[in-house]
């Protein structure tokens, strides 16, 4: 079992519907979880970060975090064109080496 | 890209051969990682450094080594080259504080032939 899951996709959604992007992850004692955006042939680029359960928002996007099922979610409102890319899906805890375990990312691609 | 850069940006090399790739940073961060990008894998972590010759080992660091001799550069080193290492190399940088947030170079794309 992979630390980080993620459906590979493409999900495809139109132009301003909600692009929901869905994560699990294996290890309880996880602590910060991230969402990072990346286009084809760049860098991943941070958007999102949530620490604790509940929801988090940031202009058009929501991370949601549910410990108890181990699960992250980011919901991309009004989905644009432009946010058509690859969402990387990335969990820390402190074991003494800190560093982000990434999921394998799911694109999306938003039809105009 | 957060004052990383990231060298060379493209590289072609022979099964066999050591290639040695270079991460800067101009923040004074801390800690400095490198993880590969391989399609259905997502970043995997090589090597991180957490400080001037301090460095441990990632998930996948056999063939790998590293050397950080001052705070603004981390080397990547690949002893001898093989068809397994083509993949794309990125460099990132966190300050330590309780959570881990990266940020990236532009990323090194590696073909051993």
């Known amino acids: 079992q992979k630390e980080v899951e993620q459906n590979s996709g493409p999900l495809s959604v139109p132009e301003g519907a909600i692009a929901s992007l869905n994560c699990t992850y294996s290890?309880?004692?996880?602590?910060?979880f991230f969402w990072y955006r990346q286009y084809s042939g760049k860098s991943p680029e941070l958007i999102m970060f949530?620490?604790?359960?509940g929801d988090k928002e940031d202009g058009r996007f929501t991370a949601q975090l549910n410990k108890a099922s181990q699960y992250v979610s980011l919901l991309i409102r009004d989905s644009q064109p432009s946010d058509s890319a690859t969402y990387l899906c990335?969990?820390?805890?402190?074991?003494?080496?800190?560093?982000?375990?990434f999921g394998s990312g799911t694109r999306l691609q938003v039809q105009p | 890209d957060a004052g990383i850069t990231q060298s060379p940006r493209h590289k072609v090399t022979e099964t066999g051969t050591p290639v040695t790739l270079r991460c800067h940073q101009t923040?004074?961060?801390?800690?400095m990682y490198w993880y590969r990008q391989d399609p259905g894998h997502g970043l995997r972590l090589i090597h991180y450094?957490?400080?001037?010759?301090?460095?441990d080992k990632g998930e996948v660091s056999d063939g790998y080594s590293v050397s950080r001799s001052k705070t603004e550069d981390f080397l990547l080193t690949l002893e001898s080259a093989t068809s397994s290492q083509t993949s794309v190399y990125f460099c990132?940088?966190?300050?330590?504080?309780?959570?881990?947030?990266?940020?990236f170079g532009s990323g090194t794309q590696l073909s051993v032939l």
């Open positions: 990335a969990v820390f805890r402190d074991t003494g080496r800190r560093a982000l375990t």
């Open positions: 923040e004074n961060h801390r800690y």
């Open positions: 450094s957490y400080g001037v010759k301090d460095t």
């Open positions: 990132a940088i966190s300050e330590p504080g309780g959570d881990e947030k990266l940020f």
């Open positions: 949530i620490y604790s359960n």
């Open positions: 290890d309880r004692g996880s602590q910060s």
